[in-house]
């Protein structure tokens, strides 16, 4: 009898796929299992990605059901969402369905897949339609702040090929970035973290296209460091604070970005230049895709300031190529990201954001206008440790450097 060969492609029954599930159940979500405990209130969990990310979908269903829970499986078609945003028209666009609220509404957990045969699936697709759609859809992650949720990534040929790997030197990538030991990253993240919760004002400092050199000054005054790797992104591996978007510290100054293209909603957008006054974009540029950044710097006003600004530590990833995937490379050891758009409501809390003090907290930064709220949130990587010592991330005039595994601030 001839033996059964699994495809190169097939990962089911992988036992690195069970124990990313695992990881992701048990370390960021926190699912209880029910069956073991005394808690009897059984949960349910929703379960998203695209249909090619099934071996994982199914892995993460069997532990789920296992811990004595309920599951909402909702995989999407490739070519889906490519169909959409050609053929619908405004009042389409415009729709949210009642059983996609419902089952954000009807959910306690999330369990969302990244992963897609093709990552470039909408690179032709009309860039102010998919503007308008997060816009009109914005209401769902507010929805979803109040859930516990984890974005995990699934390896596919599409993201192999785009990474420029051959697929098993792919999944070996992946399974290394995130098999990972978040409770020691977390304490070795604490000095970088606390340099930025002493801190009053972050400067980036890169490069211009013609070797000038410019500065981007924020305020960091009403924000705090978030060092909790792990909880919503696997992989994880950065240190990360909202900038003041009120206050006598705005945004203020130049930024360029050229070793590192961003792949944002299936297109490519590189060579990304930034005009900040007063806090506000005032200007822009990009070499490829400029006409996408436009329309995700016009989405709404939040569009036009940052939400983020943020240090990345995981070393695992930095020892691989580039993937041109988000999920990894803001993540990338050696680099710096700040995003466009939407703050993190974790970033105005020093405490749990579903305890009481921390939703409290929140609620008294909204209310003093301190959180950037936008439809949109864009990283932007930057490169945080080269050879030009002038270049990189200071905090209050301080360098941020690496000694040994360990990214802090040079000493006073």
């Known amino acids: 009898m001839r033996k059964k060969v699994r495809k190169e492609s097939d990962l089911t029954g992988d036992p690195r796929l069970l124990k990313l599930a695992d990881l992701a159940l048990t ?34 269903q069997e532990a789920i059901l296992k811990r004595g829970h309920t599951v909402q499986l909702r995989p999407r078609l490739l070519g889906a969402q490519r169909n959409f945003y050609e053929h619908a028209d405004a009042r389409q666009l415009d729709h949210v369905s009642t059983s996609l609220i419902s089952a954000f509404n009807n959910t306690d957990y999330i369990f969302a897949i990244r992963g897609s045969e093709d990552p470039l699936e909408l690179k032709d697709a009309d860039s102010y339609k998919m503007s308008r759609v997060a816009k009109t859809r914005k209401f769902l992650g507010d929805m979803r702040k109040d859930d516990p949720w984890i974005l995990v990534p699934f390896p596919t040929k599409g993201a192999a090929k785009l990474a420029r790997m051959s697929f098993n030197d792919y999944v070996n990538f992946l399974f290394k970035a995130t098999l990972v030991g978040y409770k020691q990253m977390e304490e070795d993240q604490k000095p970088l973290a606390d340099a930025f919760n002493n801190g009053r004002e972050v400067i980036l400092r890169t490069r211009g296209p013609e070797g000038q050199l410019y500065e981007l000054k924020m305020g960091i005054s009403h924000s705090y460091a978030i060092n909790h790797p792990g909880r919503y992104n696997i992989p994880d591996g950065e240190v990360f604070t909202a900038p003041d978007i009120k206050g006598k510290r705005l945004t203020e100054g130049e930024v360029f970005v050229q070793d590192y293209p961003a792949i944002i909603r299936g297109k490519r957008v590189s060579g990304i230049y930034l005009r900040f006054e007063r806090g506000k974009i005032v200007d822009f540029d990009a070499k490829e895709g400029r006409e996408h950044l436009e329309s995700i710097i016009k989405t709404d006003d939040g569009t036009r300031q940052l939400g983020e600004i943020a240090v990345a530590t995981n070393n695992q990833i930095a020892r691989y190529p580039f993937t041109e995937d988000i999920l990894f490379d803001e993540k990338r ?7 466009i758009g939407a703050a993190f409501d974790d970033s105005f809390t020093p405490y749990d954001p579903q305890s009481k003090r921390g939703i409290a907290g929140i609620e008294r930064a909204r209310k003093n206008g301190w959180i950037n709220e936008s439809a949109q949130h864009v990283d932007v990587i930057t490169g945080l440790l080269s050879g030009d010592k002038k270049l990189g991330v200071y905090i209050d005039g301080r360098k941020v450097v690496k000694k040994g595994r360990i990214y802090t601030v040079e000493a006073a």
Do not use: W
């Open 27 to 60: 370390y960021s979500l926190r699912l209880p299992d029910i069956r073991r405990g005394r808690r009897r209130r059984m949960s349910d969990v929703l379960i998203a990605g695209e249909a090619v990310t099934a071996p994982l979908m199914l892995a993460a």
């Open 333 to 339: 050891g050696r680099t710096a990201h700040f995003a």
